[in-house]
């Protein structure tokens, strides 16, 4: 199953990854993809099984958002999660 995962947060994606593959995905079959044209790009040629947003990546952005909405319009048999991630949360 051919996985993207859209974050700005390297240590998230690390742990989406390491995550995933905990559960059976291959590495390789993660993807990253750092902007919404990556995205785009990426669901036309992998067919994800599964895509993972971090919304920052797209929710200061409304040309973006419109963007990601597209895309998921266009893909709609891929499952599309959308999750928070607040960078200015201090870790304790």
Same mark, same amino acid.
């Given at each position: +199953?051919?996985?993207?995962? +859209?974050? @700005? #947060?390297?240590?998230?994606? @690390?742990?989406?990854?390491?995550? @995933?593959?905990?559960?059976? &995905?291959?590495?390789?079959?993660?993807?990253?993809?750092?902007?919404?044209?990556? @995205?785009?790009?990426? #669901?036309?040629?992998?067919?994800?099984? &599964? &895509?993972?947003?971090?919304?920052? #990546?797209?929710?200061?952005?409304?040309?973006?958002?419109?963007?990601?909405?597209?895309?998921?319009?266009?893909?709609?048999?891929?499952? &599309?999660? #959308?999750?928070?991630?607040?960078?200015?949360?201090?870790?304790?």
């Amino acid at each position: +199953m051919s996985t993207i995962i +859209m974050d @700005l #947060c390297s240590y998230t994606r @690390l742990g989406l990854t390491g995550y @995933l593959a905990s559960r059976g &995905v291959r590495k390789r079959d993660i993807n990253d993809a750092h902007t919404v044209d990556e @995205l785009a790009a990426a #669901c036309d040629e992998l067919k994800p099984g &599964v &895509v993972f947003i971090n919304e920052d #990546c797209f929710i200061h952005d409304p040309a973006n958002s419109q963007h990601i909405k597209q895309i998921i319009n266009q893909h709609p048999k891929n499952p &599309v999660y #959308c999750f928070y991630g607040d960078r200015e949360y201090p870790f304790r």
